[in-house]
């Protein structure tokens, strides 16, 4: 399973760190990214990295948001700077053995989420 943590509450301009631990299976030649779903929307693809370190960005997080992984320790991370209020979601992490791709029926593997909420 995938256990996303570090959401929280934070002012527009700050920054906030995710984790996701990945356990029970292997992740090896998974690509692991987030998503994130706001109220009322659908859930959107955000980011993903390749077991090699290749990354593919939402445009509405590029230059702010930047992903990396530990393949040691199974665990990936979002670090999210100059945050806005539009940023405010819950935030999942998600793995797909078939490579780098923003659709979410492509990802078949699923954290439970961890909520962000960016204040004005």
């Known amino acids: 399973q995938l256990q996303a943590s570090g959401g929280g509450l934070v002012q527009a301009g700050g920054s906030l760190r995710l984790s996701c631990a990945a356990s029970?299976?292997?992740?090896?030649?998974?690509?692991l990214g987030w998503f994130r779903q706001a109220p009322g929307k659908e859930r959107e693809f955000v980011v993903v990295?390749?077991?090699?370190?290749?990354?593919l960005y939402a445009d509405s997080v590029k230059g702010r948001f930047t992903i990396s992984r530990d393949n040691i320790k199974n665990m990936v991370y979002l670090q999210m700077n100059s945050l806005n209020p539009e940023d405010t979601a819950v935030y999942y992490c998600?793995?797909?053995?078939?490579?780098?791709?923003?659709?979410?029926?492509?990802?078949?593997?699923w954290g439970q989420g961890t909520q962000v909420t960016v204040s004005s």
């Open positions: 990295m390749s077991w090699s370190g290749i990354t």
């Open positions: 029970g299976r292997t992740v090896r030649n998974y690509a």
């Open positions: 998600a793995g797909t053995p078939y490579g780098l791709g923003k659709l979410r029926s492509t990802y078949n593997y």
